[in-house]
């Protein structure tokens, strides 16, 4: 019951972003432009996600992989907004980032590290979770390692800690929207990543 009403709050969450992000005019500048595609992909795989956990086919496996897809979305408007030159969002355009998640994921937390702001916040509050899922191996894989039986379920504990995640990376997506929708003129600078991340 308690997944039931975590799984209710995702939705309730994604309808919420999908209501500010659909209908806005998009700004004449070609890296918040990118970083806004991005970050609507992200918010469908969010939404995806939870489509999948409430579906009456048990496919919790496809929902475990879809986070990674989501994460290194969100983590790729991160990297346009913050991080990518001008050299670098123009090979974006034609051929993505070339990054790895892992990568993404470090170049935007050394950008990130010890600044205010929600987007900061965001990923330090969720930095065990996310270093789990991106640093860590395959977590689909490691359900099928534990148990006894072939079950398309995955345990609740399993389950919430993905929505959870998976809505962090949501409001990870919303608050980067709200940033680069205003503030397009004010770039920050990119600084080194911190020495615990994984290059």
Same mark, same amino acid.
């Given at each position: 019951m308690e997944l039931e009403h975590m799984l209710a709050r995702a939705e309730s969450l994604a309808y919420r972003i999908s209501?500010?992000?659909?209908?806005?005019?998009?700004? =004449?500048?070609? !890296?918040?432009?990118?970083?806004?595609?991005?970050? @609507? %992909?992200? +918010?469908?795989?969010?939404?995806?996600?939870?489509?999948?956990?409430?579906?009456?086919?048990?496919?919790?496996?496809?929902?475990?992989a879809l986070i990674r897809h989501q994460i290194e979305t969100a983590f790729n408007a991160l990297w346009l907004w913050y991080c990518?030159?001008?050299? =670098?969002?123009? !090979?974006?355009?034609?051929?993505?980032?070339?990054? @790895? %998640?892992? +990568?993404?994921?470090?170049?935007?937390?050394?950008?990130l590290a010890g600044r205010a702001g929600d987007e900061a916040s965001i990923i330090r509050s969720?930095?065990?979770?996310?270093?789990?899922?991106?640093?860590?191996?395959?977590?689909?894989?490691?359900?099928?390692?534990?148990?006894?039986?072939v079950d398309a379920i995955y345990s609740e504990d399993a389950v919430a800690e993905l929505v959870d995640l998976s809505n962090s990376i949501a409001e990870l997506g919303l608050a980067t929207y709200r940033s680069l929708s205003g503030g397009a003129a004010d770039m920050p600078v990119a600084e080194q990543p911190r020495d615990k991340a994984v290059k």
């Amino acid at each position: 019951m308690e997944l039931e009403h975590m799984l209710a709050r995702a939705e309730s969450l994604a309808y919420r972003i999908s209501s500010e992000f659909n209908g806005q005019p998009l700004p =004449e500048d070609e !890296r918040a432009c990118a970083a806004i595609g991005c970050l @609507t %992909v992200a +918010q469908q795989h969010h939404s995806a996600i939870i489509i999948l956990f409430r579906n009456d086919m048990p496919v919790h496996a496809a929902a475990f992989a879809l986070i990674r897809h989501q994460i290194e979305t969100a983590f790729n408007a991160l990297w346009l907004w913050y991080c990518a030159t001008d050299d =670098e969002i123009a !090979r974006f355009m034609q051929d993505g980032s070339g990054k @790895t %998640v892992r +990568q993404l994921v470090a170049q935007v937390d050394g950008v990130l590290a010890g600044r205010a702001g929600d987007e900061a916040s965001i990923i330090r509050s969720h930095w065990s979770q996310l270093s789990d899922f991106v640093f860590s191996g395959e977590r689909r894989i490691r359900h099928w390692l534990d148990a006894n039986v072939v079950d398309a379920i995955y345990s609740e504990d399993a389950v919430a800690e993905l929505v959870d995640l998976s809505n962090s990376i949501a409001e990870l997506g919303l608050a980067t929207y709200r940033s680069l929708s205003g503030g397009a003129a004010d770039m920050p600078v990119a600084e080194q990543p911190r020495d615990k991340a994984v290059k």
